[in-house]
């Protein structure tokens, strides 16, 4: 029996890429173009994950020419209005080359916190240096698992990034190996997951896994009978027990891990792309529709974000009027006291909210800055009149647009058959 894989170099040029689009596969739908381009139009906040396979070169040094392609990706997305997030591999690997020279091996045995931390700033110089020749700053990102569980420190990690966006500062992030213990539960283990699950708690619309993966295949890829998946919706049990058979590809993240961080993508119901960072100009061409890679898309439209789990409205709402729901839509705005036309529910400062519109529509959830009786007496009322009540310090807004996830942006029928 032929082995689901992720195909690991084995190039196939743009003609055979084409007529693979033409087979169905198990998990595929038709018409997979068309629908790749209704989805990623909607995209406005992407989280990418890099792979070591992708940054080193083959004399295991850090790949300054695709790094720097990689940094003129993320520009020319930043510039058409994307907010995007790197999650980085590569600081053991980058310590261990600087500390063995070209070699880049451990003959010495040396301790992988201490190539780490040595690696890290390696790798943030140079994607510093590359950011800056086009026009972009850096901020450098290291968690453990609870900064993203946690909800406090969820809520931080969050507002930083959200923070960092309007800045034109694009966040690198990584996990933090130099304080984890391998056996630590505080450990996520591999950025493929870590991307998904700071996608989720910022509310991104997809996740890209760049690695040298051309994506998803129904065998093994070097076998001519074996087709690339280009869109998926479903991730079969078949496909997750093929993949822990499968041999995995670069680094740490192999077959199985980016399944399972597809997997955890389109649960928080964004869409993920697996596909081969050394594609000249992949992101681009990922986000104008283009056919290449595996898509993996929510099989069913749900709340994207930290506030998602709840099937349907949450019994605490916030009712708006058409402005502020065009406000909160299609200008990205916080919701203010004025926009307010009901309270439904009791509920706490700080409690998760559903912001539903004069039609019961549910636009967004979010975290208040108020109670519901204090926004009770501050509806319909100018954002002046809220710190005239509660002085200078309080906050204008009843819910921060960076503590507030927009429901799903894209519409159910664009995964028709």
Not at 329 to 358: D, N, Q, W, Y
Request: glycine fraction near 10%; include cysteine.
């Amino acid at each position: 029996m032929s082995r689901m894989s992720l195909q690991k170099n084995v190039p196939r040029n743009e003609q055979e890429q084409g007529s693979k689009c033409e087979t169905q596969v198990p998990g595929r739908l038709p018409g997979a173009i068309m629908n790749r381009q209704e989805i990623t139009k909607s995209v406005r906040k992407v989280v990418v994950k890099v792979g070591s396979a992708v940054i080193f070169d083959k004399n295991m040094g850090l790949d300054r020419q695709r790094i720097g392609s990689i940094a003129r990706d993320v520009a020319e997305l930043e510039r058409s209005g994307k907010e995007v997030v790197l999650v980085t591999s590569g600081a053991i690997r980058a310590g261990l080359r600087a500390l063995r020279g070209l070699q880049g091996d451990n003959s010495l045995g040396i301790p992988s916190k201490t190539a780490a931390a040595v690696g890290q700033c390696q790798l943030l110089r140079a994607y510093a240096e590359e950011f800056e020749q086009v026009g972009f700053q850096t901020a450098q990102i290291l968690l453990i698992r609870s900064d993203v569980s946690h909800r406090q420190r969820g809520s931080d990690l969050r507002r930083v990034i959200c923070q960092l966006f309007p800045l034109h500062v694009i966040p690198l992030v990584n996990e933090n190996d130099v304080i984890l213990k391998e056996d630590t539960r505080e450990r996520v283990r591999e950025n493929d997951k870590l991307a998904s699950l700071v996608g989720a708690k910022i509310g991104a619309d997809a996740v890209i896994l760049l690695s040298d993966v051309e994506g998803l295949y129904t065998g093994d890829p070097s076998q001519e009978h074996s087709q690339r998946y280009s869109l998926i919706r479903e991730i079969t049990e078949n496909m997750e027990r093929q993949a822990r058979d499968a041999r995995g590809g670069e680094g740490k993240g192999g077959i199985w891990q980016k399944l399972q961080a597809a997997k955890a993508a389109v649960n928080s119901n964004m869409i993920c792309m697996v596909a081969n960072g050394r594609i000249e100009g992949v992101l681009g061409r990922i986000m104008a529709g283009e056919d290449i890679g595996t898509m993996f898309v929510p099989s069913k439209p749900q709340i994207r974000g930290p506030h998602a789990g709840s099937e349907g409205v949450l019994q605490a709402q916030i009712v708006v009027d058409q402005g502020a729901k065009k406000a909160i839509l299609e200008s990205g705005k916080s919701l203010l006291a004025a926009g307010i036309i009901e309270v439904r529910g009791h509920f706490p400062a700080g409690a998760t909210v559903s912001v539903v519109s004069e039609d019961r529509q549910e636009i967004a959830r979010g975290q208040t800055n108020y109670s519901s009786s204090q926004i009770y007496n501050l509806r319909r009322k100018h954002s002046k009149v809220v710190r005239d009540i509660y002085g200078n310090s309080a906050p204008e807004e009843i819910i921060h647009r960076n503590n507030m996830i927009i429901a799903r942006t894209w519409t159910p029928n664009v995964f028709a058959e």
